[in-house]
């Protein structure tokens, strides 16, 4: 899989490391939450098949996150962002 970094060009997957589901929002005030609510978000993740938003760490280039909006189907990458 080549993903378009936005400060490096297209890279091999290998040089980035998979981040987190890229739909999720932190709570703005994590104190106030459920512990439910925060284990849900802290641990539970969705396994989509289709478009989704992901962050990636473009750990062996430039360092930044990003996000990519990929297929997990079929790896095709739609766009990808600076985060
Ligand atoms: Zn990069």
Redesign the pocket.
Known sequence: MIIP?????A?PHA??TYGIDGTLDRPADPASVTDESWIDYLYLRNNPRGPHRELWH?TL????W?VVERDTLTHVIASAAPA
């Not at 280039?61 to 930044?64: R, T």
């Open positions: 970094c936005p400060h490096c060009g890279r040089e980035f473009h280039g430039c360092e930044q990003i």
